[in-house]
């Protein structure tokens, strides 16, 4: 299939002149810069890794986000992967709306945690029971203090490249603030890599409390796990007594219903999900067997609670999410329209002589800037960031809106047409071209 179709489409592509509309003395960047640390609240929207100034968005609708000075942005952050039905769709909406007049926070169970509870329980069966969080950083903390309190031991295997939220443990070696008694519990293994793990394993596993992996990674970008990883990596784990945590915050309810658990058929003994399952709201959720999960207070000893913990309306927006899902699943068709920017954007950069690597999984992909394919986080990090930048850049002024860092994914939606698509594809032509006459003065 031909879908690149260079020069072509470029007449139709709306140019919201962000950085003309949108200066480095904007009143409100200033006075956000003057109120907030950075002009934000969550370092990647910076757009610093990108050497770019922040973007401020007021409003969005399917595929399409608006900022304040009425350019309009074509969407592939989507709420960083929460918002697979596109930005408001109808009915996350609409349940939203019959919900407000009844009241925002009843600081009792509400009907709507127990709905949302079966519906993710009825689509991932190593899910028996589930309990709340308001972020995926809270649940990846608590799944690793019930693992810590079920085995009985402190340490914990992480691998390299994966992110599972700001808590201590996991972010150890990577922030400054965090005690070397704590970080010294966190260990780490290079992505898919084998032979570190059956090693690892070997000399530590009857040590170790959890491995925490997310079963695609996202957080370094898109990459796969190699053929039989996961799956090993079961059988070492079950072998020595260690559970085995599925962060699939990201992946969940993005790879098919099942999540990326059922998609490689590995069974992991806890599961975390966010950002889907609040349809656009906050929350977090981990879950597991029920043996396991009363564990937890009140049943068990092992706390966790919060005064937002199923706050109603995450659990409306996320009700009305999974039951459109799996209503209609939207799955093959989205495969169908990333299988078609993949394509468009390598033909693209091949025909401009850019060196690409894209790594993708449902419809959840990666552009590398570089030679060879891209398999772990070094290779990850062996990209041409520059280049990177430079792209994105090109983008932007085009009016795509992709993540600005290399080490993120960019997410399609069911409001995604093939329209859109062929949209970025004319872009990113224009963006690998003016990388490749620059490259070539
Ligand atoms: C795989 C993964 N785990 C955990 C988290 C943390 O979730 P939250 O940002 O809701 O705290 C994220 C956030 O992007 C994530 O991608």
Known sequence: MRIVDCGLNMTKIRNPKSEIRNPNRSPSLEEAQRYLV???NSPVRSF???GAEPLMLV?????????AAGGTWLDFIMGWGSLILGHRHPAVTRALRQALPSGTLMGLTHPAEVELARLITEAVPSVEQVRFTVSGTEACMTAIRLARAQTGRTTILTVDG???????SLMARKSAGIPEALAQD???VPWSDLEALEGVMRRLGDALACVVIEPVAANMGVVTPAPGYLARLRELTRRHGVLLIFDEVVTGFRLGLGSAQGRYGVTPDLTIFGKIIGGGLPIGVVGGPRRLMQRLAPEGEVFHGGTFAGHPLSMIAGISTLKE???HPPYERLER????LVGGLSEAASRFGVSIQINWAGSMLTVFFA???VRNFAEVQASHRQRFAQWAHALRLQGILIPPSPFEALFLSSAHTPAHVDRFISAACEAFRAMSSRNHR
């Open 38 to 40: 950075g002009g934000v």
């Open 48 to 50: 610093r890794q990108i």
């Open 59 to 67: 409003r969005a609708q399917g595929a399409e986000a608006h900022d």
């Open 162 to 168: 994966c992110y599972h939220g700001h808590s201590d």
């Open 186 to 188: 966190t260990m780490t």
């Open 325 to 327: 899902l799996s209503a």
């Open 337 to 340: 329209v990333t299988e078609r």
């Open 371 to 373: 030679e060879t394919p």
